[in-house]
């Protein structure tokens, strides 16, 4: 399958870039016969509240946030001590979560990033499931992000429902002009379990808090080594290290 276009042309348009630089909205996704989806930008641009600490709870080891946006989750995490990294094709994204202590780079999810293979845990919250158009391919790619038996912590629609548009991002209520069309897909629980059977991941749990829905997913466990291969003596020194990975602690200084 190939990767959806990950140029992202709103992700620098005067609507986006002034919303998240004000930290209030209105802002819209606007699909092609004008139908408006309302972004939370206030809501982003706060701190972490209940409902996204109860999701960062269940994160395991490093983190990677993927369009971490103005970077309240990726702060949240980096004040609990976990090693955590946002990525976001925002400028004003990137800038806003650095202001807050948190690191993040300007990069889209489909181009290299540090560790890959090797983070704990990834989150696509606030919609980022829609990235790109094609929820099999970034599912598939977050699934090449993870470890082995890593965990997907992903934000759903609030109903059922699987949707690919074109739209751009828009605030009606200026003379703003909105930024070029692109790619986004909107998937409920159910449209995103489907994809990502197709792509080895695995749910184990999914929840609704505060009006939001939720699900979690693995990365299937690495099967370990036979042990009729082991050479004699060395049973008890290899065995020790299935599924290990020495450097699954340090993604960020990969960069």
Known sequence: ???????????????????????????????????????????????????DRA???RCEGTVLDVGCGPGRLVAELAGRGHTVLGIDVSEAAVDRTERLGGPALRRSVF?????????????LMDGNIGIGGDPRALLARVAGLLAPGGL???????????EHAQVQVVDVTSDARGGQRFPWARLGTEALLRHAAL???????????????????R???????????????????????????????????DR
């Open 152 to 162: 997907l912590l992903a934000e759903t629609a609030p109903v059922d429902v699987e």
């Open 111 to 123: 181009e290299p990033l540090p560790a890959e293979g090797r983070w704990g845990s990834v989150l």
């Open 1 to 51: 399958m190939s990767a959806p276009v990950t140029t992202a042309p709103w992700a620098n348009a005067d609507p986006y870039a002034l919303a998240l630089r004000a930290g209030r909205g209105p802002l819209f996704l606007r699909r092609a016969d004008g139908w408006l989806l309302p972004l939370d930008v206030e809501r982003w641009c706060a701190g972490a509240d209940a409902v």
């Open 199 to 217: 792509t080895g991941l695995v749910p184990v749990a999914q929840w609704a808090a505060g009006g939001r829905r939720f699900a979690a997913l």
């Open 55 to 57: 999701v960062l709870d």
């Open 219 to 253: 990365t299937r466990r690495a099967e370990p080594a036979s042990r009729s291969a082991e050479p004699a003596n060395s049973a008890a020194v290899i065995s020790s290290q299935w599924g290990r990975n020495p450097e699954a602690d340090r993604p960020v200084a």
